[in-house]
């Protein structure tokens, strides 16, 4: 088995908190190809910092709940507010949406 990690990044752009979901097998490299501009389209030209990561053993386990990310704004919005400093960050097991 090999680590995967599914991961939320953060970015401010005007008045609003942009997230992005991914998953990859190595969240550093990952973060600077999203930074460098050669990450997923939607992230090139913008400076992102890691809000979430969650380990899994698979990549089916990851792209599961990568899916499943995309899809919780409620959470999303809460690690947004977070990092912007407007409510605490919630626990990593929380249910919640962007």
Same mark, same amino acid.
């Given at each position: 088995?090999?680590? =995967?990690?599914?991961?939320?990044?953060? =970015?401010? #752009?005007?008045?609003?908190?942009?997230?992005?979901?991914? @998953?990859?097998?190595?969240?550093?490299? *990952?973060?600077?190809? !999203? +930074?460098?501009?050669?990450?997923?389209?939607?992230?090139?030209?913008? #400076? @992102?910092?890691?809000? !979430?990561?969650?380990?899994?053993? #698979?990549?089916?386990?990851?792209?599961?709940?990568?899916? !499943?990310?995309? *899809?919780?704004?409620?959470?999303?919005?809460?690690?947004?507010?977070? &990092?912007?400093? +407007?409510?605490?960050?919630? !626990?990593?097991?929380? &249910?919640? #949406?962007?």
């Amino acid at each position: 088995m090999e680590d =995967c990690f599914v991961y939320v990044l953060g =970015c401010a #752009s005007g008045d609003r908190y942009l997230t992005y979901v991914g @998953w990859t097998l190595d969240l550093d490299r *990952r973060l600077a190809q !999203h +930074n460098s501009g050669s990450g997923a389209r939607s992230t090139r030209g913008r #400076s @992102w910092v890691l809000l !979430h990561s969650e380990r899994y053993g #698979s990549r089916r386990e990851a792209m599961s709940r990568e899916w !499943h990310l995309k *899809r919780d704004r409620t959470f999303r919005k809460r690690l947004a507010q977070a &990092a912007t400093g +407007n409510i605490q960050k919630p !626990h990593s097991g929380a &249910a919640v #949406s962007l």
